[in-house]
Structure formats: C-alpha cells, structure tokens
Nanobody, 121 residues
Framework: QVQLVESGGGLVQPGGSLRLSCAASGSTFSINVMGWYRQAPGKQRELVAHITSGGSTNYKDSVNGRFTISRDNAKNTVYLQMNSLKPEDTAVYYC???????????????WGQGTQVTVSS
C-alpha cells in the first residue's frame, strides 16, 4: 500500500503564495504519475497539475503560469508552488499518485486526505 501525507495548506490573502507538499510512503516502488486535484464548494473535483516520473507536466488552464508542480523522485515527494493566488483557487486540494507495474501494466491509484486552501482578504 501507499500512504500520501500532505502539508502546506492554509489561509492566504489574494496575490499571496503557498507551497503544498505530499510525501508518499509504504510500497512506493513503481510510482509513476503524481499530481494535485482540487474540489471547490459545490463543484466537482478537477485536475490542477500532474507530473510524470520523467518530469513531464501539464496544468489546468486557469492555473497555468501561476502554479508550478515539481517532484523529488528519491523522496517520493511532489510539490505544488502556488503564486498569485485568487479567491477562486479556494478549494480542498488532494494529492494523487499511481503505481504502474510494467510487467502487466496494472495501475493502482492513491489519494491523500486533502488539505484546505483558502484565499480571502
């Protein structure tokens, strides 16, 4: 099994910054994609950003240029640097990771418990 431990959420004013961290532990071998999703009140969960083990990234259009995802493969940790935060970024942010077995391409998904990010004056 894989456990995902998140940190870095909190309250910030518009225009401010936060950095989220998520460390994977347990059976961390074969971890492939890591990323971040978010769910705002009354809305469905959506992809914010993800990054492959090789470093390829993609972003939700509304955060592109403001957020940066990165990872440390040796530590099995993924980060989300969030700059120029807006009230509409307010949501619960969830860490995501998967394991992909190259022998049979079996994939297992894992989720963190979520961390609250609130952008308000």
């Amino acid at each position: 099994q894989v456990q995902l431990v998140e940190s870095g959420g909190g309250l910030v004013q518009p225009g401010g910054s936060l950095r989220l961290s998520c460390a994977a532990s347990g059976s961390t071998f074969s971890i492939n994609v890591m990323g971040w999703y978010r769910q705002a009140p009354g809305k469905q969960r959506e992809l914010v950003a993800h990054i492959t083990s090789g470093g390829s990234t993609n972003y939700k259009d509304s955060v592109n240029g403001r957020f940066t995802i990165s990872r440390d493969n040796a530590k099995n940790t993924v980060y989300l640097q969030m700059n120029s935060l807006k009230p509409e970024d307010t949501a619960v942010y969830y860490c995501y990771a998967n394991r992909l077995r190259t022998t049979n391409w079996y994939r297992t998904d894992y989720w963190g418990q979520g961390t609250q990010v609130t952008v308000s004056s």
